[in-house]
């Protein structure tokens, strides 16, 4: 029975990297502990926990001596580390050099350039992902670094969603880099076309950076244009959550705003006819956008933007509809022709249940995961096999 131990720096089942980590425990047999600073919630899918305690951002080499303890209690025959572009870097650390190692590297975000900076605020961006100091790093961390620290550090694969993760690490000597998208539920449920009472939903946090301000604005225009049309908020309360209460309510009695935690998010899905997620920015949260591949899954219609963590998983006009970031008008549009053209609302509908089917299922994506795991350990048995 393979023991592997899981290192990441913040662990949250509800989160994107938390959730894919907690998916690979269940499905891929064998002991999976857990080593974090911290655990908001979720603990009970390890074999072990080992919270370290220490800073997020200095994580792990801020906390080296209990990492080596905890790394020592376990004994792991691997070590799956979960981390962002700085991934290469943490996989040098001192403890982790006598375990064999496979890498996820969830994203390689780069700071907003000058066309983006005018999508938000600075506040807004601040208190976001967007601009956090690791984005710095990330965005000056050069590729050639990172890909030499690979090599020192042993690791031979490299599993991310993010497409441009492949194309900055996938190079001819390099560890072999596994692209996997993960977030379809299995769920019999699905959603329907419904002229008469539509619903569009957006879920996640209550950020202006996830384009909430433009969802706002081009309801506006929606709700001119298709009568009796809702819009279904269900918020993770952040700092700016009073601003965009503030706004929905100043646009209407046709807005329901949810801050309690959803009990069936994929009931949320399946009872509306639209979802949108309008990101302002590549990377609001990391690829893929996990919320818009639950919507997927229950075929319900999509509406994001161009940005990497969408991109991600939706291929315009072919299971999902794309616009600007930033962009009520185009916003407008795209949800107004789900609302009112059944077929192209089934179009979608069928198109985006079937790519989350075939392309981003977790037994698919977890699939992937086990067979990392059995081409790191076989090729360690090969190594130590006299020849």
């Not at 090599?151 to 993010?162: F, M, N």
Request: proline share 10%; glycine share 8%; with cysteine.
């Amino acid at each position: 029975m393979t023991r592997t131990a899981h290192i990441i720096a913040e662990f949250s089942a509800r989160e994107a990297m938390g959730r894919t980590v907690t998916e690979t425990v269940r499905r891929v047999p064998g002991e999976h502990h857990l080593i974090t600073t911290h655990v908001v919630d979720g603990a009970g899918a390890f074999t072990g926990v080992h919270e370290l305690g220490g800073r997020l951002e200095t994580f792990p080499l801020g906390r080296s001596a209990p990492l080596a303890a905890a790394l020592a209690g376990i004994r792991p025959d691997l070590v799956h580390l979960h981390a962002g572009a700085l991934g290469p870097l943490m996989a040098l650390h001192p403890a982790l050099r006598p375990y064999p190692k496979v890498l996820t590297v969830y994203a390689w975000p780069t700071l907003p350039g000058p066309a983006a900076w005018r999508r938000s605020g600075l506040a807004e961006m601040w208190s976001s992902n967007v601009l956090r100091p690791r984005v710095a790093l990330t965005t000056a961390l050069p590729v050639p670094l990172a890909a030499a620290a690979l090599r020192r550090a042993g690791v031979t694969t490299v599993l991310t969603p993010d497409p441009r993760v492949a194309g900055r690490l996938g190079r001819p000597g390099g560890p072999a880099i596994v692209r996997y998208a993960g977030g379809a539920p299995d769920d019999d449920r699905r959603a329907r076309f419904d002229p008469d009472h539509p619903v569009i939903v957006f879920a996640g946090r209550a950020e202006t950076v996830r384009g909430l301000d433009t969802l706002l604005d081009a309801f506006r225009v929606v709700r001119a244009e298709v009568p009796g049309v809702r819009l279904r908020l269900l918020l993770i309360p952040r700092p700016e959550l009073p601003a965009i209460l503030a706004r929905a309510g100043a646009a209407g009695d046709a807005i329901d705003v949810v801050t309690d935690p959803v009990p069936d998010l994929l009931g949320e899905f399946a009872a509306a006819q639209a979802g949108t997620w309008p990101f302002k920015f590549d990377y609001t949260t990391s690829p893929p956008a996990m919320a818009l591949v639950e919507a997927m899954a229950v075929g319900l219609p999509v509406v994001g933007t161009d940005v990497a963590c969408v991109r991600a998983v939706l291929q315009p006009g072919v299971n999902g509809l794309s616009v600007p970031p930033a962009d009520p008008p185009a916003l407008a549009r795209a949800l107004i022709q789900l609302l009112t053209d059944e077929p192209t609302w089934q179009r979608y509908a069928h198109a985006g249940r079937a790519s989350a089917r075939d392309h981003m299922s977790w037994d698919r994506a977890t699939a992937l995961a086990a067979d990392a795991y059995r081409s790191v350990l076989s090729g360690l048995a090969d190594r130590l096999t006299p020849g």
